[in-house]
């Protein structure tokens, strides 16, 4: 089985500065990693994923993240937020393979929020 | 990107009816879609794992007559919560998988049995 931490539940930023999410996955076998966006009483939008290849994935809106394997951790980050980026952010994981893919287990969550 | 529509988005209902969401995938072929439930600030839970056809693969702790999932086309797949209680309410997602594509999900549907 898989499991995903998000180590931080909120993070509150200022209006342009750099924000970093936290997630850390464990599994024994090979996973995809996904970063999604949820907005308040609406459904999930796929900012970005890593399936394979570059360790370095960018995703919508400007952000990116990096699948590190040795350390299992899998952060988004951003160099520079905007008010609308205001959201709650997860990170989620599935088992990597066909048969798999979209099956996920999600992290806690992390509330983004960005101040004037 | 491809488009999965959930309905209702909001629905209210009273304790002891059945109340059925529907989730469709617009302009793709969905042989698998999931349903994941989402608890007010909480993290969503898969439900159960829907396949055009067959019976629905349910998540242990998930109760298959209390959630019953019907997959009988390529593009539609619906969850009736039965019987429904206070308990039951909650943020209900379903999302749909084509094999050469990320999974899409549609808006969601607020729950509330009074």
């Known amino acids: 089985a898989q499991s995903v931490t998000q180590l931080d539940s909120q993070v509150p930023v200022f209006e342009e500065a750099p924000v970093e999410l936290r997630c850390n996955y464990s599994?024994?076998?090979?996973?995809?990693l996904f970063w999604y966006v949820q907005y308040p009483n609406q459904g999930l939008q796929l900012l970005l994923k890593?399936?394979?290849?570059?360790?370095l994935v960018k995703g919508i809106n400007g952000f990116e993240a990096e699948f590190n394997k040795s350390q299992t951790s899998f952060h988004l980050r951003k160099p520079s937020v905007h008010i609308s980026d205001t959201a709650e952010y997860f990170c989620?994981?599935?088992?990597?393979?066909?048969?798999?893919?979209?099956?996920?287990?999600f992290g806690q969550g992390t509330i983004l929020t960005v101040h004037p | 990107g491809a488009v999965v529509s959930q309905h209702p988005s909001r629905v209210i209902c009273k304790s002891g009816t059945s109340v059925k969401i529907e989730c469709r995938s617009l302009?793709?072929?969905?042989?698998?879609m999931f349903w994941y439930r989402q608890f007010p600030k909480q993290s969503l839970m898969l439900m159960a794992t829907?396949?055009?056809?067959?019976?629905?693969?349910?998540e242990q702790g998930v109760e298959k007559d209390k959630f019953l999932i019907n997959h009988a086309s390529l593009t539609l797949s619906t969850l009736t919560v039965t019987s429904a209680h206070p308990e039951d309410s909650s943020f209900y997602i379903c999302?749909?998988?084509?094999?050469?594509?990320?999974?899409?999900f549609g808006q969601g549907t607020r729950l509330t049995v009074v």
């Open positions: 599994s024994s076998v090979s996973v995809y």
């Open positions: 999302s749909a998988r084509d094999p050469s594509t990320e999974a899409f």
């Open positions: 829907s396949n055009e056809g067959s019976k629905a693969t349910y």
């Open positions: 989620a994981v599935s088992k990597a393979g066909g048969t798999s893919y979209g099956k996920l287990t």
């Open positions: 890593y399936l394979s290849g570059s360790t």
């Open positions: 302009d793709f072929q969905a042989t698998t």
